[in-house]
């Protein structure tokens, strides 16, 4: 469109308001990221340059299994949510129109909306309802029901990407059904599905609230285990577990974006 | 048509109608398509943007089920076929080139799918780049190459299988003119050479005229004529074939009768002007008739012995020929083409009396 656009940063206050936004949302972070790396057992007097703070951290046993069941919660709910996700991806933009497609829609990014202290609460109601032991599987289970949409969009959106002709030509050049997804739709979407995936593993590695509602005795992730030794007195320990873990995140995040975007510039090229 | 006379031919379509959607939303695209086509042949289906050609291309591939009808291959039924069972490829019309495979695995996709040998698979996928003069660019993504590089690998990829019949839609409309009219001979050539029968669509009556053995001219869903070139251009059979394929003047006369002499139909324009017209008409029937602008001659005053004599109203030079619009004394306007090379005409200007003949026979009568 050649319409000249308002331009926002024209008006005077913008840059204040950038800023303070910025201000606001990052100071923390840093805060925290400076004194992790302090010599003191405190958290807001710096005493010079240490990592000892890391090497406690990484040394310390209770964060050992808090770490290794996150990542088992977060593999397992990021890989069926993600299977899921494909599945209701592929049968909303492929096949025919289904009946009640827009409500499939909503109740897929339901998760998305719904005040997470609310999930969290319907989620032990029915494990307790149904009967199923508190554990690392009902963590599991409810992670991946989260997971689904965030591994959704991304699949969603580059699925939408890709016109049905492919498939089409590749029907015509005597591939079936299978060998057409397998050669074909899921080459074509995988940037899709590898960010979305990302995604997913990093949404479920950072939950806190529905986790702790489930988790019953015994299976600790490495939120619930950093808030028990918050709760139990501050050090720099925490800043630096919390540290590794916005480190972490960082890199999923930016390697899901990149992906994703590799995947769009390298297939729509033409 | 029965189906036995369709055993011999590589294509049988019989009374094909497809309706897109259901109820008030419902589109007939295509209404009771009957037509064969004959094994080796270059055939093309001519028709106006919507006409059906696509839907006809694609229920052919198995992309779409038919909504009544027959179509048969050499004399089978294929409507139970899916598109990967068909021994038909397509060259699509955005080329549908597999943007994360090479030049080389676009054109090994098929080879592969049928199971052939790793060895006769490079043999074969070298052949036809060979065939489409790619040589050089296996190892390129389609996103590298120019819009000409890509078409050619689009056909490269529907040779390679070596389908029994391969389908074109509209292959060259992205290509600029030079390069169109080259890949026009060269697909007439791979045509011949390689004996697969091409069914090729297309909206520009010129590149169908200059492929084709024969042409369905399609409109609205319904085949209008089907014929070779010369037959299309030079007998259309009605009103929509005589304007879509070529210009035509097109006038309304009343048939007088038979004329003993030249086995043509006496007719009278509106204006009173009598012509002898090909084509059949039953005395009395009012219909319409088409004469070629290159049919009738032009000259000036005195230059034929028996010329009705026009005024000269425009004159356009187009380089091989030019064109004249001429208006004659009963207010009947034509269009007249002549050949630069002929020199005929060439002193005439506009508001020049001048004079014209439209040879026996060269009106057609056509159907309304
Ligand atoms: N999938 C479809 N759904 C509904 N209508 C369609 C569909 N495909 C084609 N049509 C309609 O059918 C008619 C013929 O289309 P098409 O075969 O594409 O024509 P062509 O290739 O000659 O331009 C057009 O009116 C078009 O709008
Ligand atoms: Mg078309």
Redesign the interface.
């Known amino acids: 469109m050649a319409r000249a656009r308002i331009d926002l940063k024209r008006y005077p206050a913008f840059g204040t308001l950038t800023w303070a936004c910025i201000v606001l949302l990052y100071a923390p972070m840093l805060v925290i990221m400076i004194y992790s790396f302090n010599e003191l057992r405190s958290i807001t007097n710096w005493g010079g340059f240490s990592l000892a703070w890391y090497w406690k951290a990484i040394t310390n046993p209770q964060l050992h299994a808090a770490t290794f069941n996150s990542i088992v919660v977060a593999l397992s709910a990021a890989t069926l949510g993600t299977v899921l996700a494909l599945c209701a991806a592929l049968a909303m933009s492929r096949g025919r129109r289904l009946r009640y497609q827009d409500t499939g829609f909503a109740i897929i990014n339901l998760p998305l909306m719904v005040p997470e202290i609310v999930t969290a609460i319907g989620s032990l109601v029915f494990f307790l309802a149904v009967g199923i032991q508190l554990g690392l599987l009902t963590i599991i289970i409810a992670h991946t029901v989260f997971c689904i949409p965030f591994a959704y969009l991304p699949i969603a959106a580059r699925l939408q990407g890709i ?1 049905g ?2 498939e ?9 059904r299978w ?1 057409t997804f397998r ?2 739709t899921l ?2 979407m995988l940037p899709g599905v590898i960010a979305g995936y990302m995604l997913a593993f990093i949404v479920s590695l950072d939950d806190f609230i529905i986790t702790n509602m489930v988790a019953g005795p015994g299976a600790t992730t490495l939120p619930m285990a950093i808030y028990g030794m918050v709760r139990t007195g501050f050090t720099p320990e925490i800043n630096a577990i919390s540290t590794m873990m916005l480190l972490v995140s960082a890199l999923f995040v930016s390697a899901s974006y990149l992906i994703g975007r590799a995947g769009d510039r ?2 729509n ?2 | 048509m029965t189906t036995q006379s369709l055993r011999g031919d590589a294509v049988g379509i019989e009374q094909v109608t497809k309706i897109y959607g259901e109820g008030a939303n419902a589109v007939a695209a295509l209404k009771g398509v009957s037509l064969t086509i004959g094994d080796n042949e270059f055939f093309t289906l001519l028709g106006p943007s919507g006409c059906g050609k696509t839907t006809l291309l694609r229920i052919l ?3 779409e089920q038919v909504s009544a009808g027959k179509v048969f291959l050499f004399g089978e039924e294929i409507e139970q076929l ?4 068909r021994p ?3 060259v ?1 019309q ?1 080329y ?5 495979m090479t030049v080389e695995e676009n054109i090994a ?2 080879l592969k ?2 199971g052939r040998e790793p060895a006769e698979i490079r043999a074969r996928v070298g052949e036809v780049m060979e065939i489409v003069r790619l040589g050089g660019f296996a190892h390129r993504r ?2 590298q190459l120019s819009g000409g590089q ?1 078409q050619r690998v689009a056909l490269a ?2 040779l390679a ?1 070596q389908p029994k019949i391969l389908l074109l839609d509209e292959p060259l409309s992205a290509l600029d003119l030079k390069l169109r009219q080259q890949m026009r001979v060269e697909l007439k050539q791979i045509q011949e050479n390689t004996g697969i029968t091409f069914i090729f669509v297309t909206h520009d009556q010129e590149e169908a005229l200059a492929m084709s053995d024969r042409i369905a001219v399609m409109s609205q869903g319904e085949v209008q004529q089907l014929g070779t070139a010369q037959e299309i251009y030079e007998r259309p059979n009605n009103r929509f074939v005589a304007d879509f394929i070529g210009d035509a003047n097109i006038l309304a006369v009343t048939v007088l009768g038979d004329d003993d002499g030249s086995g043509y139909r006496r007719c009278r324009t509106a204006q009173g002007m009598e012509i002898l017209c090909a084509g059949s008409g039953a005395p009395g029937s009012t219909p319409h008739v088409s004469i070629r602008p290159e049919r009738i001659a032009i000259g000036a005053v005195g230059s034929m012995a028996d010329g009705i004599a026009c005024d000269v109203e425009r004159v356009v030079y187009l380089g091989t020929n030019r064109q004249f619009l001429v208006c004659l004394a009963d207010g009947l306007k034509l269009t007249v083409l002549v050949p630069n090379a002929l020199r005929a005409g060439s002193e005439l200007q506009p508001g020049d009396k001048a004079v014209i003949h439209v040879p026996p026979g060269t009106a057609q009568l056509l159907k309304d």
Do not use: M, W
């Open positions: 016109e002709y492919y089409e030509a590749a029907r015509d050049l005597y591939a079936s060998e050669f074909v080459p074509l390298k297939y090229a033409q | 591939a198995g992309f899916p598109p990967n069972r038909i490829n397509t699509f955005h549908a080139l597999f943007p994360h996709f098929g799918r049928l389609p996103g890509q990829r529907a299988p």
